[in-house]
């Protein structure tokens, strides 16, 4: 059973920083696509950003030039740096990574962190 543990997240204010982190555990963990997702009240859970096994990455339009996703694969953990951060980027946020080593499953083959929470205000 792999666990995702998330760190990072809290409160900023306009145009700060932060680095969400998300370290797998349970056995050694080799996932072909990984991501961030977030959730704002009332909403729908989105997709914030993806990187595959390849390195290969994807952002949400809204995030393009502020976010950045990368993983340290000998920690098994992935991150999300986040700059220049507005009051829309206030929700919970998700790590999540597709259980095959081989394509990106369904999202109901994954698994998920337990969420953080990101608040920025102005």
């Known amino acids: 059973q792999v666990q995702l543990v998330q760190s990072g997240g809290g409160s900023v204010q306009v145009g700060g920083s932060l680095r969400l982190s998300c370290t797998a555990s349970?056995?050694?963990?080799?996932?072909?696509?990984m991501g961030w997702f977030r959730q704002a009240p009332g909403k729908e859970r989105e997709s914030v950003s993806s990187?595959?096994?390849?390195?290969?990455?994807t952002y949400a339009i809204s995030v393009k030039g502020r976010f950045t996703i990368s993983q340290d694969n000998a920690k098994n953990t992935l991150y999300l740096e986040m700059n220049s951060l507005k009051p829309e980027d206030t929700a919970m946020y998700y790590c999540?990574?597709?259980?095959?080593?081989?394509?990106?499953?369904?999202?109901?083959?994954?698994?998920w962190g337990q969420g953080t929470q990101v608040t920025v205000s102005s």
């Open positions: 999540g990574a597709g259980r095959s080593r081989y394509y990106c499953p369904p999202f109901n083959n994954w698994d």
């Open positions: 349970g056995y050694t963990y080799s996932s072909y696509c």
């Open positions: 990187i595959r096994s390849d390195g290969r990455t």
